[in-house]
């Protein structure tokens, strides 16, 4: 595998998959792990958008953690497209993924991957509003990061044109925007079906939250248990561990 300046291939320290990274981009952090066990649930069979892939890290995951038979990864950044392909190929995983170099934004609109609806769509957005946060980050960083070329209105509403009847959507995001997401799930008719809060530590406000949506489904929300990463020692926890396919000593 030939990598570009400042690449570099990574261990997801999951059934010896491998990640190309630049080192000067956005790389992974440990939401991409928790939404693709929240997600994998997925049933044997199913096809699937991964909505913003990035790098592809989701798309690769669910390809080894479910039976999934095809999952389409969204990444509107041409070179990020580029090395995600160049990661599916790394894995051997061209059976189960494609990586197309779409706009998030424009597939409602201009009614990009036609076909019959898809069984499921998960998704890893950019949390922050284009007026908030750093803005002296690189181009990669900044576009993965912020609202700027697609806000979080175009991910839900590109969910709803792509999901089939009953299908289900998968996002993890920040907890700040929680009533946002709500609100838009329901403008486009994705019920809020399942909700967990994940945790630093025990003691610590939540940072992330996983929710899954069901396109036209009965009002019933449950929430599950919080998820803690660390335990009082600074080591993972055991649920961690399991999520990483690992013993907990």
């Known amino acids: 595998m030939n990598l570009k300046e400042n690449e570099r291939i990574d261990d997801l320290e999951y059934n010896n998959l491998k990640i190309i990274q630049n080192e000067k981009g956005f790389c992974f952090g440990i939401d991409s792990i928790l939404i693709s066990d929240f997600a994998r649930e997925i049933k044997q069979g199913t096809v699937g958008v991964d909505l913003g892939t990035g790098t ?4 690769i995951l669910l390809a080894s953690k479910t039976k999934l038979s095809k999952i389409i990864g969204i990444e509107i950044q041409k070179d990020i497209a580029d090395m995600a392909k160049r990661s599916v190929e790394l894995n051997s995983l061209q ?7 779409l706009n998030v934004k424009e597939i409602a609109e201009k009614a990009l991957l036609e076909r019959e609806k898809f ?5 890893n957005p ?15 960083k900044f576009i993965s990061r912020h609202e700027v070329t697609a806000n979080l209105e175009d991910f839900i509403k590109a969910t709803k044109y792509l999901l089939k009847d009953k299908g289900s959507m998968y996002i993890v995001h920040r907890p700040d925007r929680l009533v946002d ?3 838009l799930m329901r403008k486009y008719k994705i019920e809020p079906k399942k909700m967990r809060f994940v945790y630093s530590t025990i003691e610590s406000e939540p940072t992330l939250v996983l929710i899954k949506g069901i396109k036209n489904a009965k009002q019933f929300l449950k929430v599950e248990k919080p998820l803690i990463i660390y335990n009082s020692k600074g080591e993972y926890t055991e649920e961690i561990y399991k999520i990483y396919d690992k013993k907990y000593y």
């Open 181 to 183: 997401i709500i609100e």
């Open 95 to 101: 059976d189960k993924i494609e990586i197309k170099n």
């Open 56 to 59: 592809g890290i989701i798309s």
């Open 126 to 140: 950019p949390y922050k509003k284009l007026d908030t946060g750093k803005t002296n980050e690189n181009e990669y």
């Open 119 to 123: 069984d499921f769509v998960v998704t």
